[in-house]
């Protein structure tokens, strides 16, 4: 298992941009399939973005497409998510997840998770 902390989460206005940063424990981390998964109130999480371990695979969900970019950086240990265009209905709390196996959307595949960053996006 590894501890992840997540970061950059904020209120912006539609049209907006944030860049959102996963900090992984530990040593194996460049091991790790990552992904992104999203909350919002009242709604169960959802896969957003995932990336393999050498960054060369990467998955979106189709919401997402075009407008957000997911990345690593293996040397530190931190996997990226940087949102532009943004919309209301990006609002949710957003969690980074690792996994042992090859990309995938399914939330069970992933065996550690951070503990979330709220991101608002106001119309």
């Known amino acids: 298992q590894v501890q992840l902390v997540e970061s950059g989460g904020g209120l912006v206005q539609a049209g907006g941009s944030l860049r959102l940063s996963c900090a992984a424990s530990?040593?194996?981390?460049?091991?790790?399939?990552m992904g992104w998964f999203r909350q919002a109130p009242g709604k169960e999480r959802e896969f957003v973005a995932v990336?393999?371990?050498?960054?060369?695979?990467?998955y979106y969900t189709d919401s997402v497409k075009g407008r957000f970019t997911i990345s690593r950086d293996n040397a530190k240990n931190t996997v990226y998510l940087q949102m532009n265009s943004l919309k209301p209905e990006d609002t949710a709390v957003y969690y980074c997840a690792a996994s042992d196996v090859a990309p995938v959307r399914t939330a069970t595949q992933y065996h550690s998770w951070g503990q979330g960053t709220q991101v608002t996006v106001s119309s």
């Open positions: 990336i393999s371990w050498d960054g060369v695979v990467k």
């Open positions: 530990g040593r194996t981390f460049s091991r790790y399939t």
